[in-house]
């Protein structure tokens, strides 16, 4: 069956979708299931209500007494250090008093001299966008080199047809030009930073500027490499692909180097033979069909035509590691670390000096991950294989409060050590791992041996299968069926082991609205109308052991989303449970990304696609194009921020 008689869509309505709503196409829900009897069976609303209530993870969350007192009552005080901002539907920026914040780089402005500032009227071209800063902002982190400078390494997620191409007839792409434009806009940006006159801004032609877009040559890695299914019209042996894309959460190691996420890859292949295209069970778990999302790189690439090079896909969805202190090095796709759609890579240093890398797959219904190394880290010493050989494991969350990681080997997945890495997915799926409520990002605290991930929102909780066919049962770390608000999961690996196979979890909070609900889609305990919120995303912490939380959900402010305003960004205290709004974005933007200065008195945070639905002109104001950016946020006294 082809993509074309599965959707019935239009090419507009299908271009028009999100990366979440396009999975939905590709993967209908069966009319009729045996899955689908069992829930309408077991799991009744008061069922479920009766199981989050008997579940000790969250019915016996402790929080302390504030975090249900009034916003306006809640003071500065030494742990938080600010007073709490209320939410905002304003197209602007708000952080809370005695903080600033302006904008330190926005898509489009050159990284070179030669390269022309941004044109509101034109949107740029290919060759200006190659080097210049890419669009819709996500993860990110800064790097110091030993003389201070400050280097700001931005993944470029992905882009919106109406922005990007906002100036043309209908909001599309009307020229090969366009679509390499678009392109380009994909990828990595390194810049370097540095303060002027009091606000931060691009270094025009530092050593360290660089782009890396979907055609950047990269090494493959790891078991994967040289592999058949990793072979290609243009790369024969299979060892080096060109480019990443849909970059959405970071990481970074020890050893001084940034991690790429690549997430929604599969939205970027199409072709105009569907008939000539065979769609295996792989390629449908991870959701590559016949048609892309309108972003048109088939038509002037033919490695992303899947009837003409069917391997390529494979070669995409894995973290790429890259060396922002040598702008002449060659970025090394890291496929130990398994294929899947990646929000985030949180490296830990175990007590014994093995790298424990903590990572999510983004999809309703996916699955969390660790992966182990074999070998050892030791300051200076040669890092390479750390990220070349070691085990990947799936979590399993036990409705007790238990957990154990399940290893992905050829024994317990029938599947060897190369195939383990290039459909991680389907070897999540041998071993029984729990299916969650979309993992995205995962951040580990400073201070102790306790890891928490964020559970963004599954509409498809109790309804739905994953795309493997994986129930996705009500229960455990996701507690509610058709869940739209989300949760945060935290655990703490047995006696302080980020390598051991069991783990103690519960939920740091779940999101909720409880000016409209009074069951367990009004939150947790720490959840109250001042501070309510839903879809947490991003996540860090920061050196205080404080935890920031991100969010990218329903802005429209409506119905079950009423009084939550803009997505937002808000602070965690892990000890007593409390949280506070810190940030509220403008209009139809995500909160995303978060890096901090050398000195600590800056925390840079990303503002991602405002006004992709039309309703925003930030950050210029007017009626200029909305443009992502990465903002500046200070205290007015100087101090540090975390």
């Known amino acids: 069956m082809n993509f074309e008689t599965k959707t019935k869509l239009s090419a507009d309505a299908l271009n028009d979708l999100s990366f979440d709503e396009f999975d939905e196409v590709i993967n209908p829900k069966p009319e009729d299931s045996d899955f689908d009897a069992i829930v309408e069976e077991a799991i009744s609303r008061r069922g479920f209500l009766g199981g989050v209530l008997a579940m000790g993870g969250v019915a016996t969350l402790g929080v302390a007494s504030t975090s249900l007192t009034p916003i306006a009552a809640q003071a500065a005080d030494s742990r938080f250090g600010f007073k709490a901002v209320a939410a905002s539907v304003e197209d602007t920026i708000i952080v809370p008093e005695g903080y600033n914040w302006h904008v330190a780089t ?43 400078h400050q280097i700001l390494v931005a993944n470029n997620e992905y882009t919106n047809r109406s922005v990007m191409w906002g100036n043309n007839p209908d909001g599309k792409f009307v020229s090969d030009d366009d679509i390499n434009k678009g392109k380009n806009a994909h990828g990595l940006t390194a810049a370097e930073l540095k303060e002027v006159d009091g606000k931060w801004q691009i270094v025009k032609d530092s050593p360290y500027n660089r782009r890396f877009t979907p055609d950047e040559p990269m090494d493959i890695t790891g078991p994967a490499r040289g592999h058949d299914l990793m072979k290609t019209n243009a790369d024969p042996d299979g060892v080096t692909a060109l480019g990443t894309f849909n970059n959405c959460g970071n990481g970074r190691t020890p050893w001084g180097t940034y991690l790429a ?6 939205g970027y292949f199409g072709t105009a033979d569907a008939d000539g295209y065979v769609q295996d069970d792989a390629k449908k778990r991870y959701g590559v069909s016949g048609n892309d999302r309108g972003y048109g790189w088939w038509k002037v690439d033919d490695r992303f035509d899947v009837a003409k090079d069917p391997n390529e896909s494979n070669r995409h969805g894995y973290i790429t590691e890259v060396d922002p202190y040598d702008p002449t090095s060659k970025p090394k796709k890291r496929t130990a670390l398994g294929r899947f759609k990646h929000e985030n890579a949180e490296v830990v240093v175990n007590a014994d000096g093995r790298i424990a890398i903590y990572m999510g797959d983004d999809e309703r219904g996916e699955f969390l991950y660790r992966y182990v190394s074999d070998g050892f880290y030791a300051e200076g010493g040669d890092t390479d294989d750390l990220m070349e050989n070691g085990t990947i494991y799936a979590a399993k969350f036990h409705a007790d ?72 049962p009500v229960g455990g770390p996701n507690p509610r069926e058709a869940n739209n608000y989300g949760q945060i999961v935290r655990w703490w690996p047995s006696n302080g082991d980020h390598t051991a196979d069991t783990f103690r979890w519960d939920l740091f909070v779940m999101a909720g609205n409880p000016t409209v609900h009074t069951d367990a889609y009004g939150g947790s305990r720490n959840v109250n109308e001042g501070n309510m ?7 860090a912490f920061d050196n205080k052991g404080l935890l920031w939380i991100q969010t990218d959900g329903n802005y429209s402010n409506e119905e079950d989303f009423a009084g939550q305003g803009n997505n937002q960004m808000l602070i965690g205290d892990p000890a007593t449970g409390e949280i506070r709004r810190f940030l509220v974005g403008p209009r139809e933007a995500e909160i995303t990304g978060v890096a901090w200065s050398a000195d ?9 696609h405002p006004g992709e639905r039309g309703d925003s002109h930030w950050p210029d104001g007017g009626d200029k194009t909305p443009r992502s950016s990465i903002v500046a946020v200070r205290r007015d006294d100087g101090a540090a921020i975390g």
């Open 106 to 148: 926005s898509w489009g402005d050159p990284l070179f001299s030669d390269v022309p500032e941004f044109d509101h009227a034109t949107r740029g071209t290919a060759a200006s966008q190659a080097r210049a800063f890419g669009d819709n902002n996500d993860g990110m982190a800064i790097f110091t080199d030993k003389d201070g």
């Open 261 to 266: 996420c690549e997430e929604n890859f599969n």
């Open 401 to 472: 409060g238990t957990g154990e990681w399940l290893a992905l080997t050829p024994d317990s997945t029938g599947m060897d050590k190369a195939m383990i890495c290039i459909h991680t997915r389907m070897a999540a799926s041998a071993v029984g791992a729990t299916t969650m409520d979309r993992p995205e990002w995962v951040t580990a605290n400073p201070l102790k041996a306790e890891v928490y991930c964020a559970l963004t929102n599954n509409k498809n909780r109790g309804i739905k299968t994953n795309a493997g066919g994986d129930e996705t």
């Open 533 to 539: 919120f839903n879809s947490p995303d991003g996540l």
């Open 600 to 608: 600590r008195r800056t925390v840079f945070v990303g503002v991602q």
